[in-house]
């Protein structure tokens, strides 16, 4: 993999893991058409590790009052806790479906096509919050374990985790920029675990070095870190304003094209 490639899909996975687009389904489809290979666990090791460093950064403030506060007897304290059982709760129906149907993800993600119609429906998700309501309802409560069991369809390639987490806390009657700062950092959780597997995975093996490894390695690290920084900063500006609507008609627009393209 060239430092050019590893640079795209950098733009790729830190842009689309946080835009309500997929980022599965857009790596997925960019490798199908330019004929990228991701060049394994290391990787996507380095790329999540990018978007990881991303949402750190981002809701730093948010993430030190939860661990702060959650670990001392303060008036914060049981809001804080709140939180932080929340968060480790939603996060179960992902790794249980992702432990158990391990083979058969790998499987789907092999296809272009199941990322497209993925993506499509995501578009699906998208557009039906225009009629969802806020009921002034917390994220850190029933409504974050719907929104757990939306990541947990996320893992599909295509379907946005974040466009379905997102959605799921609206329809759950939370404020749309809470429900969006909680599936982000949901998103620590799913990122890192995912990244502590895959590092597991080849810590048994031996790494063959070759030129220009590193360099591309590092590159794509950077350029997810710049892009998922500013695709959570785009989505919080576009949410409060319009919601998910237009994210909607451009993951129909890039099914519809990637399946033309594609039948060519």
């Given at each position: 993999?060239?430092?050019?490639?590893?640079?795209?899909?950098?733009?790729?996975?830190?842009?689309?893991?946080?835009l309500?687009?997929?980022?599965?389904?857009?790596?997925?489809?960019?490798?199908?058409l330019?004929g990228?290979?991701e060049?394994?666990?290391?990787?996507?090791?380095?790329?999540?590790?990018?978007?990881?460093?991303?949402?750190?950064?981002?809701?730093?403030?948010?993430?030190?009052?939860?661990?702060?506060?959650?670990?001392?007897?303060?008036?914060?304290?049981?809001?804080?806790?709140?939180?932080?059982?929340?968060?480790?709760?939603a996060?179960?129906?992902a790794?249980?479906?992702?432990?158990?149907?391990?083979?058969?993800i790998?499987?789907?993600?092999?296809?272009?096509?199941?990322?497209?119609?993925?993506?499509?429906?995501?578009?699906?998700?998208?557009i039906?919050t225009?009629?969802?309501?806020?009921?002034?309802?917390?994220?850190?409560?029933?409504?974050?374990?719907?929104?757990?069991?939306?990541?947990?369809?996320?893992?599909?390639?295509?379907?946005?985790?974040?466009?379905?987490?997102i959605?799921?806390?609206?329809?759950?009657?939370?404020?749309?920029?809470?429900?969006a700062?909680?599936?982000?950092l949901l998103?620590?959780?799913?990122?890192?675990?995912?990244?502590?597997?895959?590092?597991?995975?080849?810590?048994?093996?031996?790494i063959?070095?070759?030129p220009?490894?590193?360099?591309?390695?590092?590159?794509?690290?950077?350029?997810?870190?710049?892009s998922?920084?500013?695709?959570?900063?785009?989505?919080?500006?576009?949410?409060?304003?319009?919601?998910l609507?237009?994210?909607?008609?451009?993951?129909?627009?890039?099914?519809?094209?990637?399946?033309?393209?594609l039948?060519?």
């Open positions: 993999m060239t430092i050019g490639e590893a640079l795209l899909l950098g733009l790729v996975q830190g842009a689309t893991e946080f309500p687009v997929s980022s599965s389904g857009h790596l997925v489809i960019t490798e199908a330019l990228i290979s060049g394994g666990l290391l990787v996507e090791i380095s790329l999540h590790a990018g978007t990881l460093l991303a949402v750190l950064l981002f809701f730093r403030s948010r993430i030190i009052w939860i661990v702060s506060e959650g670990l001392r007897r303060r008036e914060d304290g049981p809001r804080a806790r709140a939180w932080m059982k929340w968060l480790i709760v996060t179960i129906p790794a249980c479906v992702g432990f158990l149907f391990r083979d058969f790998e499987r789907v993600f092999e296809s272009p096509v199941v990322a497209l119609v993925g993506l499509m429906l995501t578009g699906v998700i998208l039906s225009r009629w969802s309501k806020q009921w002034d309802r917390k994220p850190a409560g029933p409504a974050g374990l719907w929104m757990g069991f939306a990541q947990a369809l996320a893992i599909l390639p295509g379907i946005s985790r974040s466009g379905a987490t959605a799921m806390g609206m329809w759950s009657g939370v404020d749309r920029s809470e429900a700062e909680f599936s982000f998103s620590v959780l799913a990122i890192g675990g995912a990244s502590l597997l895959q590092a597991v995975e080849i810590m048994g093996g031996t063959e070095p070759v220009g490894m590193w360099s591309g390695l590092l590159a794509g690290f950077v350029m997810a870190f710049l998922g920084y500013a695709a959570i900063a785009l989505l919080l500006g576009i949410l409060k304003k319009r919601g609507t237009p994210f909607a008609w451009y993951c129909w627009a890039v099914g519809i094209i990637g399946l033309v393209l039948s060519m």
